[in-house]
């Protein structure tokens, strides 16, 4: 059964730092893995989606990596803004099946 | 706009009250997906459907009953609902192609509190 955890669970942190969300999954059969936003009481925002045969995706000050192999990706987040508070969540996909991790909730303070 | 529109927002409901959330997709997709998200757990796969036929039905408990009449649109009709049913509804779209698993559109939810 896959399982995908989220690490940290939570972070807080000064405007203008570098980031890095951790995101591990136990079943390497994936078709692809997403990450998405989602801002308190809100639906999800995709932002970037890997591919199983990619190893990274950009997009603006946003970078995701994935292993498949070991079951890893991490998304990099480059001089984090306040507007970048959320809770980001990193799904695997089995063909239509999306599974979740439990997210991390990012505090960016002025 | 994500492309995908779930009415209404916001729902209160008692016990043995019987309402439908909806969920209307504009990009043309074939599949369609309820999530439900409680606090402090995962999201949590419920219903797929596939052109319009349901693919999945994740354990869902049957107050809970999925109805997808045509691939743009889908219902969840609820009755007799419990406390612990309270949570964020999302529905999602994606254009499936056998062997490939294809970007996740969610809309924004409907927010449900069961007295």
């Known amino acids: 059964k896959q399982e995908v955890t989220q690490i940290p669970a939570a972070l807080s942190v000064p405007e203008g730092e570098n980031l890095v969300l951790n995101c591990s999954f136990t079943d390497s059969a994936i078709y692809n893995l997403q990450w998405f936003r989602q801002d308190p009481g809100k639906g999800l925002t995709s932002l970037l989606l890997i591919q199983s045969s990619q190893r990274e995706q950009t997009s603006g000050r946003l970078n995701a990596s994935l292993d498949k192999s070991s079951g890893r990706s991490t998304l990099y987040i480059a001089a984090s803004q306040p507007g970048d508070s959320a809770t980001y969540l990193c799904?695997?996909?089995?063909?239509?099946?999306?599974?979740f991790g439990a997210g991390t909730r990012l505090a960016v303070h002025p | 706009e994500t492309g995908v529109t779930q009415t209404p927002r916001h729902l209160v409901m008692g016990m043995t009250n019987k309402k439908s959330l909806k969920c209307e997709q504009h990009l043309g997709h074939n599949a369609m997906y309820w999530y439900k998200q409680s606090a402090k757990k995962p999201l949590e796969l419920m219903f797929v459907y596939n052109f319009k036929e349901q693919t999945e039905n994740n354990s869902v408990p049957s107050r809970f009953s999925p109805e997808c009449p045509n691939s743009s649109h889908l219902f969840l009709h609820l009755h007799t609902l419990q406390p612990e049913d309270s949570a964020l509804y999302l529905c999602?779209?994606?254009?499936?192609?056998?062997?490939?698993?294809?970007?996740?559109?969610f809309g924004a939810g409907t927010r449900l509190s069961v007295l």
């Open positions: 999602a779209s994606s254009q499936d192609r056998p062997g490939t698993g294809m970007e996740k559109y």
């Open positions: 799904a695997v996909s089995a063909f239509n099946k999306l599974i």
